[in-house]
């Protein structure tokens, strides 16, 4: 797992795995899930506006070892 963030761009991207070929899917605004165009696991999730969406930066917790679920539920 590799965290990102971007302080200037306040951008923070969550991602799992080596880089894969991938699609972008945003599923609210500035919130975007990568999606590995072979297997449809998501590969990283992305956040614009980290910071504003947050109260405080240090209200952000993160605990490792941490389990993260990165599947997509299936297509209708």
């Known amino acids: 797992m590799r965290l990102h963030y971007d302080e200037e761009g306040d951008f923070l991207e969550i ?3 080596k880089p894969t070929k991938c699609y972008a899917s945003e599923i609210e605004p500035g919130v975007f899930l990568r999606i590995d165009e072979k297997t449809n696991e998501v590969r990283s999730v992305g956040v614009i506006g980290f910071k ?5 930066i240090e209200d ?3 605990d490792l070892p941490i389990d993260i679920n990165f599947s997509v539920p299936a297509s209708s």
């Open 15 to 17: 991602s799992i795995g």
């Open 52 to 56: 504003k969406r947050s109260r405080k």
């Open 60 to 62: 952000i917790k993160l």
